[in-house]
């Protein structure tokens, strides 16, 4: 029996209706804070990049750690997560998530005080390994807490509350962090005394660490509100070896699975590039422009937090569009119209280029749902709770992605377009992998309708 099988069988008829049954409502809040939680770290790290680059005198290549730490963390214990759950329960894997990410957060106190880059990279990391257990518990927990004639409802007004925190986060990040640097650009902190440059990175650092330290206090309290909240107590049975290698075989001979945690793995890389190296697009443009570099970059941010809103808004209307498209057309729509607006970012420079990768959030707003639904229409049971941890693992795509964008910014020489500018090809070639998924999809797979929201 399913977990949310074995909640509709506590119910009564009456409470079969219910969206959110009110013996588990204060439960049903306390989980749903974890979504925004998440939202709020992936986008005030986002800008990070930038940020480190300008503190440390990196190159683009050696800042974009900070995704590969922050991303990493789900490639490593998605399934780790998966495995912890069905052992333990759905709350322990709550409370061990929320432990790592407050754990993470408080490594920026030692980390600010070293003054090193590489254990901020372990702060982050640990975050990320924090977000990876929550990310896969938190999803089938709060499907689990109420009758499944509910269970999508109550899981989209759950997500609901991701791009919450992911606007907070971009805004402390634009508002707290990039406007309170020091102003002094890369030329003028390289021609500073040694002793003033530590300094002046020791300040940045500081106002850096800030946030993090006070969303893992945040977060702590958290920790303690669930671990003494008598909370739905859902456990499914323990797999035995043999039965995880028939899951995994099975899986693995899903064409349309394999090809879904690929095709998600790009997007999850797509959407990354696009929303931390905007800083150093927009950065670019302005100072271009005249503008001072600090200036650049707060007003860049000012643009990633259009995208967002614009991303949100987008996944409404998009949402109400698959009441009519089949969703691997509409996801095909919507890649082919990210992969025109990206070239639109390499080609036409400017300011010009700037408005179409603010508009590629909308083309991105309903991918990882969609992605998510078409990989796993038709797997059930114990097959659909691996593959979802799959999905989420593929979520490593923003890190060796970003990377490779990282890598054409610092050794790019190519005269007509700018070093940022081509490094938007990377995007580009994603979008296209993504819409051949979604006409696989239409043509081969022929998944049907789903429910819009699958994911994040």
């Not at 480190?52 to 590969?68: D, R």
């Not at 064409?255 to 690929?262: L, N, P």
């Not at 377009?417 to 797979?445: D, K, M, N, Q, W």
């Amino acid at each position: 029996m399913t977990t949310v099988e074995a909640t509709e069988a506590r119910v009564t008829p009456t409470e079969k209706t219910e969206l959110v049954p009110g013996a588990v409502l204060i439960p049903f809040i306390l989980v749903t804070c974890c979504f925004a939680l998440w939202g709020f770290a992936n986008d005030i790290t986002n800008p990070m990049v930038a940020a480190f680059q300008k503190i440390f005198l990196t190159g683009a290549t050696e800042a974009t750690w900070v995704q590969v730490a922050f991303y990493g963390g789900y490639g490593v214990m998605a399934f780790p997560a998966a495995l912890f759950i069905r052992r333990f329960s759905y709350k322990a894997g709550i409370l061990l998530g929320l432990g790592l990410y407050t754990i993470g957060g408080l490594l920026f106190i030692p980390a600010s005080s070293i003054g090193e880059f590489y254990p901020f990279l372990l702060a982050y990391f640990v975050i990320t390994c924090g977000l990876s257990f929550l990310e896969t518990t938190a999803n089938p927990y709060i499907l689990s807490m109420g009758p499944a004639e509910t269970a999508t409802r109550r899981l989209n007004l759950a997500q609901a509350f991701n791009p919450v925190g992911s606007l907070i986060g971009m805004y402390i990040a634009s508002q707290f962090i990039l406007a309170r640097l020091d102003a002094r650009g890369r030329e003028a902190r390289e021609l500073l005394p040694a002793q003033e440059f530590e300094a002046v990175k020791a300040a940045d650092l500081e106002i850096v660490s800030q946030p993090y330290i006070l969303i893992g206090i945040v977060i702590a309290a958290l920790f303690v509100l669930i671990a003494l909240m008598k909370m739905p107590n859902q456990k499914a049975a323990v797999m035995t070896d043999a039965s995880l290698k028939a899951i995994f075989g099975r899986l693995l001979r899903s064409k349309k699975y394999v090809e879904g945690v690929v095709a998600q793995m790009l997007y999850v890389g797509a959407q990354i590039m696009c929303w931390t190296f905007i800083i150093h697009y927009g950065t670019e443009v302005f100072v271009a422009d005249g503008m001072m570099e600090k200036d650049a970059q707060v007003l860049s941010q000012q643009y990633n937090i259009a995208a967002m809103a614009i991303f949100c808004t987008s996944r409404f209307i998009c949402t109400f569009l698959l009441k009519f498209i089949h969703p691997g057309a509409l996801l095909m729509y919507l890649a082919a119209g990210g992969a025109g607006l990206s070239l639109g970012v390499v080609l036409l420079g400017g300011q010009g280029g700037l408005y179409c990768l603010v508009g590629i959030s909308a083309c991105m707003s309903l991918m990882f749902p969609t992605i998510y639904g078409i990989a796993l229409k038709g797997i059930d049971g114990d097959d659909a709770k691996f593959a979802a941890a799959g999905l989420i693992m593929a979520i490593v795509g923003g890190t060796f992605l970003p990377m490779l964008q990282a890598g054409v910014i610092d050794n790019w020489n190519m005269g007509f377009v700018s070093a940022v500018e081509a490094s938007f090809a990377l995007p580009l070639l994603c979008f296209v992998a993504i819409a051949v998924y979604g006409y696989r999809t239409v043509r081969i797979h022929d998944t049907g309708p789903l429910s819009p929201f699958g994911g994040e």
